[in-house]
């Protein structure tokens, strides 16, 4: 054991400040607006030339609504500015319709979603808080998302639902906007896949380590279940450059090892850039066929929302709202 320099001062306590007082540069104002499917959408849709990115999109609509046509599953792993910039509305939405049966992201995307149910806003400056130390130390923030993996170990839960549950039962005033507490509410699987020292909320004296540990991991071992069961599915990757990759590749590794998966399924990588790890461990080595398209977030998935319900609806498919 390394002996405390003594001319070393101790450091000072951590302040950690209400959030009420933090200015967010995303509001419930600026999400994203549910619209019914629209047959005139589907006549521009369809319109679009089937070559590159309109090709793999059109592709893909039609792989999902397939897919959920003959009881397959439909997964999507997102990364944190999906869920930042407004965009739960229409992923709810889709869980509600019977479009997507497991939601999978990282720690930064929970706690979007949890300050979003909390105060209807979130994504704090960083530029203007890093200076002086203030980035991240949220006490409300810290107090919801610690004390659900606090929760999810006490329970044996998964650090989503956990998540989700704890938004519910709080009665959170924004609640309607949160992808886990509608996952919750519905059933539907949604996994948290930590990084520790990746979240703000790692930096709270107060975390439990060994909670967190247990949570994620147990959300991984849910996320290899779903994965195992992709058979002629469909899983997308929207906005994860590195860490949701990684986790699927190693749950496709897992359902193979149990002899439960081949490559009969699709895959979609949705990104603003091409990256490598995506590319390679999404679209590349696990599927039969693997899709890319490249384009803003705010722009494509209300194109990729619009263009699912339409097509699910010229099949005479069910999409009553549960």
Known sequence: MT????????????????????????????????????????????????????????????????????????????????????????????????????????????????????????????????????????????????????????????LGLAIGRTILEGDLPYRHLSMFSEAARLGIPATVHAAIGCDIVHMDPDLDGAALGAATQKDFWIFCESVGRLDRGVWLNIGSAVIMPEVFLKAVSVARNRGQLGNDFTTCNFDMLQQYRAMTNVVTRPPKEGLSVLAMHEIVLPLLHQAILSTAQSRGMSMELR
């Open 3 to 158: 002996a405390q320099d003594p001319s070393r001062p101790e450091p000072r306590p951590l302040r950690i400040r209400p959030l009420q007082e933090r200015k967010n540069l995303v509001d419930k104002r600026d999400f994203a607006k549910v619209l019914p499917p629209d047959p005139g959408f589907l006549q521009w849709f369809e319109s679009l030339p089937d070559i590159y990115g309109s090709k793999h999109l059109k592709t893909v609509v039609d792989r999902i609504v397939t897919a959920r046509q003959h009881g397959r599953e439909v997964g999507m792993s997102l990364g944190a500015h999906v869920l930042k910039v407004g965009l739960s509305p229409l992923l709810i939405d889709l869980m509600r319709r019977g479009f997507v049966t497991h939601v999978a992201t990282n720690g930064a995307s929970a706690i979007h979603d949890w300050e979003t149910a909390y105060q209807g806003a979130t994504s704090e400056d960083v530029a203007t808080n890093l200076p002086d130390g203030s980035f991240g130390f949220w006490r409300e923030t810290f107090t919801g998302i610690n004390g659900a993996t606090k929760r999810a170990h006490q329970r044996g839960e998964g």
